[in-house]
């Protein structure tokens, strides 16, 4: 599978289309439904105002166990009004996805996880124009969102925190210039290099994998799969 992305791969942002099929198999609506009954998993639901910060999830903790539960009702309801939404750490949620990241991991010096974004309308908006630390490898597996991706990087020099929560390009938008934009659908590909600049942008109803791919110095950091 990952003979393609191999040939392709340096460090600038590129598209391969079509690259993993029967995408649905790794994520899907009833994928969701079903992650919303499972305890372990952290939710972030994104606020529609243009600040798109993170809506506060009630959450409760138990005895004997290890981690605050958030309240999947309210999650359920925030989904079904159309907030857009990220699921954390899906990886561990099915065989398929475990095992495209244990791939990645073989093939590259990195570690992995999933990551979901989702939402059931054009207007469950995703986060606004940011970039990451990570490498991230794209895949859509439902639905189409268009994607902007620009030639700049945020230095290493940098705060990351600290610079986009100014968002400087906002008083100079000659700050920042488009590398290029696309439409994905189910199965596409996008790679991200690290401290690349991008927007995600939906069209309708979607979900799509985000998979952060982190360096590792040698075989011991990565987490096991």
Same mark, same amino acid.
């Not at 159309?82 to 095992?99: P, Q």
């Given at each position: 599978?990952?003979?393609?992305?191999?040939?392709? #791969?340096? @460090?600038? %942002?590129?598209?391969?289309?079509?690259?993993? %099929?029967?995408?649905?198999?790794?994520?899907?609506?009833? @994928? *969701?439904?079903?992650?919303?009954?499972?305890?372990?998993?952290? /939710?972030? &639901? #994104?606020?529609?105002?243009?600040?798109?910060?993170?809506?506060?999830?009630?959450?409760?903790?138990?005895?004997?166990?290890?981690?605050?539960?958030?309240?999947?009702? =309210?999650?359920?309801?925030?989904?079904?009004?159309?907030?857009?939404?990220?699921?954390?750490?899906?990886?561990?949620?099915?065989?398929?996805?475990?095992?495209?990241?244990?791939? &990645?991991?073989?093939?590259?010096?990195?570690?992995?996880? =999933?990551?979901?974004?989702?939402?059931?309308?054009?207007?469950?908006?995703? !986060?606004?124009?940011?970039? @990451? !630390?990570?490498?991230? *490898?794209?895949?859509?597996? +439902?639905?189409?969102?268009?994607?902007?991706?620009?030639?700049?990087? $945020?230095?290493?020099?940098?705060?990351?925190?600290?610079?986009?929560?100014?968002?400087? /390009? !906002?008083?100079?938008?000659? $700050?920042?210039?488009?590398?290029?934009?696309?439409?994905?659908?189910?199965?596409?590909?996008?790679?991200?290099?690290?401290?690349? +600049?991008?927007?995600? *942008? %939906? !069209?309708?109803?979607? #979900?799509?994998?985000?998979?952060?791919? /982190?360096? =590792?110095?040698?075989?011991?950091?990565?987490?096991?799969?």
């Amino acid at each position: 599978m990952f003979e393609s992305l191999i040939n392709n #791969l340096k @460090d600038e %942002p590129f598209v391969i289309k079509d690259f993993l %099929p029967n995408p649905e198999k790794y994520l899907s609506w009833d @994928d *969701i439904d079903r992650s919303l009954k499972n305890n372990y998993i952290q /939710w972030e &639901i #994104l606020d529609p105002s243009p600040s798109r910060h993170r809506i506060q999830i009630p959450s409760s903790r138990y005895e004997y166990f290890r981690y605050p539960v958030q309240d999947h009702h =309210v999650i359920k309801q925030f989904i079904d009004q159309g907030l857009g939404f990220i699921m954390l750490e899906y990886s561990y949620s099915k065989e398929i996805v475990n095992d495209l990241c244990k791939q &990645i991991q073989e093939k590259f010096m990195v570690t992995t996880d =999933v990551h979901v974004f989702g939402g059931k309308t054009a207007e469950s908006h995703s !986060l606004n124009m940011h970039a @990451d !630390l990570a490498t991230n *490898i794209i895949i859509p597996t +439902y639905g189409k969102i268009k994607w902007k991706v620009y030639n700049n990087r $945020l230095s290493t020099l940098h705060d990351l925190d600290k610079i986009q929560a100014e968002k400087p /390009w !906002l008083e100079d938008p000659s $700050l920042l210039d488009i590398k290029f934009e696309v439409v994905l659908e189910a199965g596409d590909l996008l790679y991200l290099p690290a401290r690349v +600049y991008h927007e995600a *942008i %939906p !069209l309708g109803k979607r #979900l799509s994998m985000s998979i952060p791919c /982190w360096s =590792v110095l040698n075989e011991s950091q990565k987490i096991p799969r």
